[in-house]
């Protein structure tokens, strides 16, 4: 989720779940450590619970890195094991690490020393060719070795050559079965499975078998579907309850919501509102009038007026539908 889910994109997540756990976008050890870290590593305090997730493969460096996190105030750090792009291949990090065990234990060895916080690893079930579950399940002996007592399973292999990053989320088979035997051989470590999940029916079915479902670009592209995980899998009756749609007044108060937080945020931070709001249009998807509504708000041309103004005409624009 390079790219988009920033503070803004999180912020606006809490508003529909407020026990969800966040994540950020995977932030490289180089960035923190030689970039701009409060860029990288501020977040409003709403976000919480909220996780750092790190790319990286010096352990030295992560344990700096993990430190940092603890300091800003972050719930968790996770190591990604688990993205296959080119870009971070070349950074020696991402899902490349699987094939170095011994790497990445020492790499949550160090965080594990270095802060009190959870160290977690997001990972696939295997590279490339290799099928074989003795793979994944002697990455997850392994690391869980070291310190590790969370692991995220992406329900894919990761094809290192010869897919985009895209591809690598679509052609890879899916197979679950495979993240439901890492818990029946750990029966101690807490197993989340990733990938492919959109429905809360579908979550239920997994939590049959594993610990936590995690949800990352259904969430982003119908954001709705948070509202009622609170209540589903939380008992708390803050939220939507399981099946009732969100309707146009709840709908509504979200969309005020973050129109008062890019008034804040342009106030004390010269923040854009335009982009803020690039993480909201899903919100109303599948409902009346949402293209045009979409439209409004993704209109670059409308980028001088005050974001109340965008909602007024964008509310406009979908009862014209």
């Not at 996770?78 to 020492?106: H, I, K, T, Y």
């Not at 995220?152 to 290192?160: D, E, F, V």
């Amino acid at each position: 989720m390079m790219d988009w889910t920033d503070r803004h994109c999180r912020y606006f997540h809490r508003l529909l779940s407020r026990r969800t756990l966040l994540y950020t976008e995977m932030v490289t050890t180089g960035a923190l450590l030689h970039g701009d870290v409060p860029r990288h590593l501020q977040f409003h305090e709403a976000e919480h619970p909220v996780a750092l997730q790190l790319g990286g493969s010096e352990p030295s460096d992560l344990a700096k890195c993990a430190l940092l996190g603890q300091q800003w105030g972050y719930d968790e750090v996770n190591l990604n094991c688990g993205c296959p792009s080119e870009r971070v291949q070349r950074g020696a990090f991402g899902a490349c690490l699987m094939a170095e065990p011994a790497l990445v234990a020492d790499c949550v060895k160090a965080m594990v020393d270095a802060v009190g916080l959870p160290i977690t690893v997001k990972h696939r079930i295997g590279i490339d060719q290799i099928d074989s579950y003795a793979f994944v399940r002697d990455f997850v002996g392994q690391v869980s070795e070291a310190g590790c007592k969370v692991f995220i399973a992406h329900a894919r292999n990761a094809w290192l050559k010869g897919l985009s990053p895209k591809e690598n989320r679509e052609i890879p088979p899916l197979r679950y079965e495979t993240v439901y035997q890492l818990k029946r051989d750990f029966p101690t470590l807490t197993i989340v499975v990733n990938g492919g999940i959109t429905t809360i029916d579908q979550m239920r079915t997994h939590l049959g078998h594993i610990d936590g479902v995690m949800i990352g670009r259904e969430a982003y592209h119908n954001p709705a579907l948070l509202a009622s995980w609170d209540s589903s899998f939380h008992h708390d009756d803050q939220g939507l309850t399981e099946g009732q749609v969100p309707d146009g007044a709840f709908l509504d108060g979200i969309e005020r919501s973050m129109v008062a937080y890019m008034e804040r945020e342009a106030i004390e931070h010269g923040t854009p509102w335009y982009s803020i709001a690039r993480h909201m249009l899903g919100l109303r998807h599948g409902r009346p009038g949402a293209r045009k509504w979409r439209q409004v708000w993704s209109d670059h041309r409308l980028k001088t007026l005050a974001p109340a103004e965008v909602m007024a005409r964008a509310t406009q624009a979908a009862l014209a539908r």
